[in-house]
């Protein structure tokens, strides 16, 4: 493992953590969640210690009403400090709005699957690819200190709803692409929850020996088959030491009822911190803010095992252990 895998915006932890509860969460529920009240989440986020919080997707609100407030959101969420501010863009010109609102970090996504790039921005992953190239350039020319850190989800990349098994070499052709086109990051996503640990270790110990050295490379795993944590733990054997996750879980699939969404933030700080790696969140304070998620979506179903139980008699954080 390289020193860019353990190389953070934060300093003192081990391993990353972002919530993606605000983005992958909510972009489902047709509850509009109300604008301060994403405000008020996104800053007991930074209070608790998260390192890097997605706060909308930048796309038209008549696709996705829930994100019709992104501009306020961000100039929000801009106001506060210590935690990275990042959203998603489908697209060239959610990259131009994002640049516009002085976004620190964008998180663009490419399919690996040729069938759900096209269902889901209507091109090919390499037209994809070409429109990334655009966004790098046009980031480039902004002022050096303007410029927002680029990643690139690998969506599908464990499996794919309308084709199924996705080849593992696929992902890594177009991680390839995409490091060409100087992305700053890879985030290798199962976004339907097909991975199991075994595929997942192999898979993320290939691109850490191919891109380990060139950008740092992150897991963005859902929940959906109850096999979201036990990725992680392989994930970390392969090296890797970034990790998307939902606070309580939120989220869901719009052709799955009833499945779970990304993995839980709080049991995932809770696996982390007993593994003996630092991630800089308060874990108690983790917890406290699924009353925020509550109050706003009465009807929506909050997971996590950690919340429920509470910790373990005389468990002690990776911090409180050192
Ligand atoms: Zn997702």
Redesign the pocket.
Known sequence: MTDLQNTFSTPNIDVECRE?GLR?GLQILQTIFPTDEKLAWIQAEVACGMPEVEVCSFVPPKLLPQFADAADVVEGALKTSGTLISALTPNLRGAQTGFKLGIQKLNYVTSVSVSHNQSNVRRTPDESVADFETIVAERNELPEDQRPILAVGLATTFGCTIEGRVDPKAALELGEKFIKAGVDELVV?D?VGYGNPAEVKAVMSEFVQEFGSQVPIAN?F?DTRGLGMANVFAALEAGIRRFDASLAGLGGCPYAPNASG?IVMDDLVFLLEGAGLRTGVDLDQLVAIREIVARNLPDEPLYGMYAKAGAPKGFRTASQAA
């Open positions: 993606v992958d996503a976004t963005h859902h990304n």
